[in-house]
């Protein structure tokens, strides 16, 4: 199997390295010169990838084509590009839903919409895919945990929880930067709540039947852990996340 990639950047990186280091059968990746820095690294990664200038022979080349490009470069270039009703396309664009999509494509070729992060490098996460497609599920299945969304609708709201990436960063970043401002090295900072922040997941992700007992069991009464998620509670952090998943999820049923 031959895959494509439009558009390489930050996550078509993250899809491409956890795919060779997967068990997934293919023959080829071809990718294209943009970002040409990344495709750049790419390329000298494994020689079964390839750099391809032309997106349109990039699609005549493969079999399943992946559009990685943002969703103002998607709503100019897919219209452009032409399709044939044997190609599987996945979309990570999280804001062009499927009957724009389908327009876009105009033929009547497999179409799945698919939400992978970062981790997936790593062959970890889950990936939210829309509509259910069983070739598509197994081959994420590969690079993490497919989760199969029956409507889109209920699709955006995984969409919406994904956003919570980059605050869960600037989590590990304010804290680090805490630690340093107290006088701690940086290198030791860093490493320290990243180690407590893994080891943190891990262990819900274990226990994840249950969340509000974990919140509850990680409390000793009248003790640091107890203080904490109240005053957070009372400042509105948690009112806050809320409003926020609020906001991304109404952008995300207004876009096309
Ligand atoms: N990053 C994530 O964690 C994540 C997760 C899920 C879904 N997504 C979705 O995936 C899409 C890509 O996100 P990203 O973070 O990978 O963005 P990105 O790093 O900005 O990558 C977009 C790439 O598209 C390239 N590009 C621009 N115009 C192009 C064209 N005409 N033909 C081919 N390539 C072109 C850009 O190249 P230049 O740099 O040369 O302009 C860039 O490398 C977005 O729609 C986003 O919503 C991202």
Known sequence: ?????????????????????????????????????IS????????????????QKIIDTCEWVFLA??????????????????HTIIS??????????KKFIKVKATIVRAIPLPPISLKKGPIPIYPPNKKVKRFFNYLGTTVEIK?????????????MMAP???????????????GVKKESAQKYITSLFVALSEDSFNKYSDLKKLVKESQTPKGLNE???????????????NKTAESV???????K
């Open 92 to 101: 990570f664009i999280s804001t062009i839903k499927m009957k724009e999509l």
């Open 1 to 37: 199997m031959k895959l494509g990639f439009i558009g390489t950047g930050e996550i078509s990186k993250a899809v491409i390295q956890g795919i060779i280091s997967s068990k997934i059968k293919f023959s080829k990746i071809y990718i294209s010169n943009r970002n040409n820095k």
């Open 151 to 163: 409507n889109e609708a209920l699709s955006l709201n995984f969409w919406t929880t994904s956003s």
């Open 69 to 86: 490009i943002t969703p103002a470069v998607g709503k100019k270039i897919i219209k452009e590009l032409k399709f044939k009703k044997k």
């Open 227 to 241: 203080q904490s998620v109240k005053e957070l509670r009372k400042l509105g952090f948690y009112r806050d996340l």
């Open 249 to 255: 999820l109404s952008r995300l049923k207004k876009a």
């Open 40 to 55: 750049k690294q790419l390329s000298k990664l494994n020689k079964k990838i390839s750099i391809i200038k032309d997106n």
């Open 168 to 182: 869960f960063y600037e989590i590990l970043y304010t804290l680090s930067q805490w630690l340093i401002k107290k």
